[in-house]
């Protein structure tokens, strides 16, 4: 339980700076070194170092000119609601800091109620959610599997053909297919044709490795790989950074598995997954990871029948917008 404590500072923000960017960019790499898992989403991540994507709000709270710690708040889902993810630096954890950011994000979410990621799922996190009385509404697997795959290939649907995705030629029309595929999907399915973008310049980016079926000239569905590991630059703004070693051998992702709707009963989604387990064994990798919501049976009996198993997890926690910390 943390001892009752304030921040020094605690601000509220629309746009970060490039100091205030680089600050909580080794906030995260501290966090990731001492916990194991990134303590924030990709997709705030990779609109970070930009300052962070509007008009999402950000927290920061420091100790004089250090940040304690970060938390980042979305209010842009209107049927969802609101949705926050946070983050404290190791050496101010068990000071209340997290406390403060939670009830920060609380304030500005009000007076709806508001989803916080909980990534790891680890028992500090878990804590502090269950201590102001939030519930777990949502779960996130993370599943793996052994490489290469040694399986047979399934067939492709009649009249389907797999190649690899064109940036010039399918950008747009991935857009709609995706929004198309994960239509109930609260993250996945808001992507635009700007976040395709940002993804497109990461170092990983790899067309080869991102297969798109196709029927009659039109994209029916796609398999988007990515392979992530090993030493790695922090995204900072300024000069003169050295990269953070996150220690691990490189690891294959299906990144993404989409299938639109008139075709989810011919098989496509096994077979796409398959011919990207084949691809990322193929470049010698020896082990390959996916996401899949715990809710999503038909996802997870997929991806069990090829041999995933459960990882590990990311919760989110939902809760009323009308607490108050003790004393306030």
């Given at each position: 339980?943390?001892?009752?404590?304030?921040?020094?500072?605690?601000?509220?923000?629309?746009?970060?700076?490039?100091?205030?960017?680089?600050?909580?960019?080794?906030?995260?790499?501290?966090?990731?070194?001492?916990?194991?898992?990134?303590?924030?989403?990709?997709?705030?991540?990779?609109?970070?170092?930009?300052?962070?994507?509007?008009?999402?709000?950000?927290?920061?709270?420091?100790?004089?000119?250090?940040l304690a710690g970060y938390a980042h708040l979305d209010t842009t889902d209107a049927v969802a609601g609101p949705s926050a993810e946070l983050v404290v630096h190791p050496a101010a954890r068990r000071a209340g800091v997290g406390t403060a950011l939670l009830r920060t994000?609380?304030?500005?979410?009000?007076?709806?109620?508001?989803?916080?990621?909980?990534?790891?799922?680890?028992?500090?996190?878990?804590?502090?959610?269950?201590?102001?009385?939030?519930?777990?509404?949502?779960?996130?697997?993370?599943?793996?599997?052994?490489?290469?795959?040694?399986?047979?290939?399934?067939?492709?649907?009649?009249?389907?053909?797999?190649?690899?995705?064109?940036?010039?030629?399918?950008?747009?029309?991935?857009?709609?297919?995706?929004?198309?595929?994960?239509?109930?999907?609260?993250?996945?399915?808001?992507?635009?044709?700007?976040?395709?973008?940002?993804?497109?310049?990461?170092?990983?980016?790899?067309?080869?490795?991102?297969?798109?079926?196709?029927?009659?000239?039109?994209?029916?569905?796609?398999?988007?790989?990515?392979v992530h590991g090993g030493a790695e630059q922090p995204r900072l703004t300024l000069v003169g950074a050295a990269p953070v070693d996150h220690p691990h051998p490189p690891l294959g992702e299906l990144y993404v598995l989409g299938v639109a709707p008139s075709a989810r009963?011919?098989?496509?989604?096994?077979?796409?997954?398959?011919?990207?387990?084949?691809?990322?064994?193929?470049?010698?990798?020896?082990?390959?990871?996916?996401?899949?919501?715990?809710?999503?049976?038909?996802?997870?009996?997929?991806?069990?029948?090829?041999?995933?198993?459960?990882?590990?997890?990311?919760?989110?926690?939902?809760?009323?917008?009308?607490?108050?910390?003790?004393?306030?």
């Amino acid at each position: 339980m943390d001892r009752p404590y304030s921040p020094a500072h605690l601000e509220t923000v629309e746009r970060l700076s490039e100091p205030e960017v680089d600050a909580v960019t080794w906030t995260l790499e501290a966090a990731t070194e001492a916990d194991g898992v990134r303590p924030l989403s990709e997709h705030v991540e990779l609109h970070l170092r930009d300052g962070g994507e509007r008009p999402a709000r950000h927290v920061l709270a420091w100790h004089g000119d250090t940040l304690a710690g970060y938390a980042h708040l979305d209010t842009t889902d209107a049927v969802a609601g609101p949705s926050a993810e946070l983050v404290v630096h190791p050496a101010a954890r068990r000071a209340g800091v997290g406390t403060a950011l939670l009830r920060t994000l609380l304030g500005e979410a009000a007076p709806a109620s508001l989803r916080v990621w909980a990534h790891g799922s680890l028992p500090g996190a878990d804590a502090l959610a269950t201590s102001v009385g939030m519930a777990r509404v949502r779960e996130l697997l993370q599943m793996r599997r052994a490489l290469p795959y040694g399986g047979a290939v399934p067939p492709l649907p009649v009249d389907v053909d797999v190649r690899a995705f064109d940036p010039d030629r399918d950008a747009e029309e991935w857009v709609r297919v995706n929004a198309e595929a994960f239509a109930d999907h609260p993250e996945q399915g808001r992507l635009t044709l700007l976040d395709l973008g940002i993804r497109m310049r990461e170092p990983w980016f790899d067309p080869a490795g991102f297969l798109v079926a196709e029927r009659d000239g039109a994209m029916v569905g796609f398999a988007w790989t990515k392979v992530h590991g090993g030493a790695e630059q922090p995204r900072l703004t300024l000069v003169g950074a050295a990269p953070v070693d996150h220690p691990h051998p490189p690891l294959g992702e299906l990144y993404v598995l989409g299938v639109a709707p008139s075709a989810r009963v011919s098989g496509l989604g096994r077979a796409l997954t398959v011919r990207a387990l084949r691809h990322l064994g193929e470049r010698g990798l020896r082990h390959a990871m996916l996401y899949a919501d715990a809710d999503n049976v038909p996802a997870v009996r997929l991806y069990t029948s090829l041999g995933f198993t459960r990882h590990s997890s990311d919760t989110m926690w939902q809760g009323a917008a009308a607490w108050q910390a003790p004393g306030s």
